[in-house]
């Protein structure tokens, strides 16, 4: 007896991949081929101990400033619990407001600056320098809300849609509950037999 695989309904056209898909390998390839030469570069220029000291400040700055930035999102959780009620939601504060926020960029910049490499530790220095830093984040703010409003179904259009609130400012809380599912049978043990 045969048993034979049923052939596909007809040819299956290929997908295609994403340029993000196809080019980030590249350019991440291309970074650390740039920064390898680069280290090299600075080495034959000066020596081995002024390329090994300047990855070590690299590391050190870059983790006093994430060290900082945690401590500084840290105070400004413990800030907003303390100021919400006790039957109120806590409103998330902005950024803007308060003149507190920039935390995301001053952890990325600490986090470019500990990655070795001299051109990261430029980028995390851009990050970090006050109006190189507001700029890069004008730009994302702008970039990933043009994506959020234009895919349905995205990630951002799943963020504006998490965010739902009142007319009076306050954030409605809430579950999802599904019409679709059949409601699961009430749990039943079974008799207890002596």
Request: aromatic share 4%; charged share 20%.
């Amino acid at each position: 007896m045969t048993f034979a695989a049923t052939p596909p309904p007809g040819p299956r056209p290929p997908q295609q991949r994403s340029r993000a898909r196809r080019f980030v390998p590249l350019g991440i390839a291309a970074w650390v081929v740039l920064e390898v030469w680069l280290l090299i570069a600075v080495g034959d220029a000066t020596n081995g101990l002024t390329v090994f000291v300047l990855l070590v400040a690299g590391v050190v700055a870059g983790s006093l400033v994430i060290k900082r930035a945690g401590r500084r999102a840290w105070r400004n959780l413990t800030e907003t619990l303390q100021t919400a009620g006790p039957t109120e939601p806590p409103a998330s504060p902005r950024p803007e407001a308060n003149g507190k926020g920039n935390n995301t960029l001053r952890m990325l910049g600490g986090l470019l600056l500990i990655v070795p490499g001299l051109l990261s530790d430029v980028a995390g220095l851009l990050c970090l320098f006050p109006p190189t830093g507001k700029l890069i984040q004008r730009r994302a703010e702008k970039l990933l809300s043009g994506r959020a409003g234009t895919a349905p179904g995205s990630f951002g259009d799943a963020f504006q849609q998490a965010r739902i609130h009142r007319p009076d400012g306050k954030i409605v809380q809430g579950e999802v509950i599904r019409d679709d599912e059949p409601p699961s049978p009430p749990r039943q043990d079974p008799p207890l037999t002596r």
